[in-house]
């Protein structure tokens, strides 16, 4: 009777930590080495992301313009949600922003977007460049309109655009974010959510200074990891303060603290990695000093990347302001 009663609770202990393999994390038998034991799609792929992208490897080509529609416009409001894995933002009113051109060969709409970021500021990147980190990343995930919603997009190796932002830490404050950091403590347990009203531009959430970009085909970072996913990477960096980057560690997921949520980068397997050759044709500059003075920062420092590839850790983090 008490063994029988011992094998159900464990059965059910079984169940809830284990069941139909839904949940993943960042550590220990749910971090990313185990993934593939519920989610087949992590193991084993030629084309999974993140990679490390090395820059003196890189294929250069002219790109048509990358179009980016309804990236100008305030958004009305938006949600922004913990889902036990990111904090990720969703509009909920407001033009609903969309890209082509570039590499591309469909108009991809706005899902969400959402970020990854790592225990201190040394680490948090998925992507890494020349196997340097950063200590946060934006994805902005979009879906091929060809397939009429996201879910079904999911289905196609050309389903998936990532739009993926690397950050810069600096002194100053990132006004831009102030909105979008009041709303993190809301946030900071599993499953809350907080709408915010009067938000920023997707511009002003990132950068216009996006002529130059790495692209290649990879996959989703976090289960189940389909290959369905063009990656476009954007060289310059956003600004953000070390407490603004520090907000973020604060989130807890289902299990605990979700202070890193960042997966280790994968084999780059051969693939093609393309960076675009910014010309006066497919490049649209800034107009607005206030952008371009954060936006140059890793372009300048690309001079210094591209033939050093160990780059000093120490360099970035003290180094920029
Ligand atoms: C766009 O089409 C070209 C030519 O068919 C193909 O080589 C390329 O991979 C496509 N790009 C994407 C992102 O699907
Ligand atoms: C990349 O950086 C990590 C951590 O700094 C280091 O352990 C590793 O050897 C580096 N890999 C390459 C290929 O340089
Ligand atoms: C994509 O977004 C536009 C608005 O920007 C909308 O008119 C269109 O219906 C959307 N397409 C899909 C497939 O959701
Ligand atoms: C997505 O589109 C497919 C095929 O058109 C449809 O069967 C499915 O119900 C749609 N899913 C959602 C969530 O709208
Ligand atoms: C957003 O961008 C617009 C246009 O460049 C600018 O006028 C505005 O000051 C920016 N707002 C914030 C909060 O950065
Ligand atoms: C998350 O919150 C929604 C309501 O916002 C609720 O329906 C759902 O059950 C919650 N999920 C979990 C796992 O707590
Ligand atoms: C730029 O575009 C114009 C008109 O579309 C074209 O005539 C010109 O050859 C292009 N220049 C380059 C360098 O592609
Ligand atoms: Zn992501």
Known sequence: MASSIARIVCLILL??????????????????????LNYRGCNGGKLQS??????????????????FEHFDKPLETVR????????????????LPNIRGGPLNATYNFTQLHFHWGRNDDEGSENLINNQSFPLELHMVLFNTDYGNFSNALNHDDGLVVLSFLFHR?????????????GLPAVENFNASVDIVGFVSLDNF?????????????SLTTPPCSEVVTWIEFINTIPLSHDQIQEFRLLSGSDGKLNHNFRPVQAANDRSVYMNIPTANNSNKPTNSNQKSSST?????LVLLVPVIIFSQKYFNFAVN
């Open 297 to 301: 920062y890793l372009k300048n420092n």
């Open 170 to 182: 600096t002194i100053k404050e990132n006004p831009s974010y102030q909105k979008f950091e009041s």
């Open 80 to 95: 922004l949600e913990n889902n036990g894995h990111t904090a990720l933002l969703s509009i909920k009113i407001g033009n």
């Open 50 to 67: 993140p990679i490390d992208i090395q820059l003196n490897n890189v294929i250069r080509k002219e790109f048509p313009p990358l179009i």
């Open 206 to 218: 990132t950068t216009t200074d996006r002529s130059e970009y790495v692209t290649y085909r990879g």
């Open 15 to 36: 169940f809830i930590c284990c069941g139909h393999g839904q949940d993943f994390g960042y550590d220990g038998k749910s971090g990313p080495d185990f993934w593939g």
